[in-house]
């Protein structure tokens, strides 16, 4: 078994979860960076669902010390479980990714699924808020509902956040951009929450390095 103590920084693709996962556990505890290679998410992706777990679980496991963090999963309560407890323990994270992949996609369920998985994603980085996270990026199927965002940002007071979002609905970021989302990331922009709030290309998006 290969063993990578002085490991720092792992650049992973989602194809390659499981490998990631052994290497994670091998790292010595020293792994600052563990980063996605921009490639696009297909549905060929096998045994996505156990593998993502499993990663999510090795690194609050082996990853004391990571700054840079870029996390695929499924929307399922397991994986939010998990993430929630890696949030919990890692508590030097600055740089987050987030991204959700749903393989059961339905599209008259569709719409409606992404606000709730965006709502549930939401609620889950309230309940283990870290102030030293300075940056959240987003990217899938994801959408955050006016009501979610304001709760989100409202907790969030007393830090300052920069936000990147990108998702699969190829108009919906836009409309941070617009009207009442408009105003409510201004407002918190005044407030010193949101230091930066933006909706990015994919590869702009996941490029967290």
Known sequence: ????????????????????????????????????ESYELGNDIKNFI??????????????????????????????????????????????????IFDQTFEESTYYEKVLKYGQDLLKILISSKSTNIKEIRFYGDFKFSLKALEEFLRKWEGCTLSILTSSYILLSDYIYEEGDYKKLINKYKNNGVIKDFRSESYTDVINID
């Open 50 to 99: 156990e593998d993502s777990l499993i990663f999510i679980r090795n690194i609050y496991k082996n990853c004391p010390s990571i700054e840079y963090l870029s996390l695929v999963f499924p929307p399922s309560k397991e994986h939010y479980a998990e993430i929630e407890e890696l949030l919990k323990i890692c508590q030097n994270l600055k740089k987050l990714l987030l991204v």
């Open 1 to 36: 078994m290969c063993v990578y103590r002085d490991l720092e920084t792992l650049k992973i693709n989602y194809y390659n979860l499981k490998a990631a996962s052994i290497i994670i556990e091998n790292s010595g505890g020293h792994l600052k960076k563990i980063l996605l």
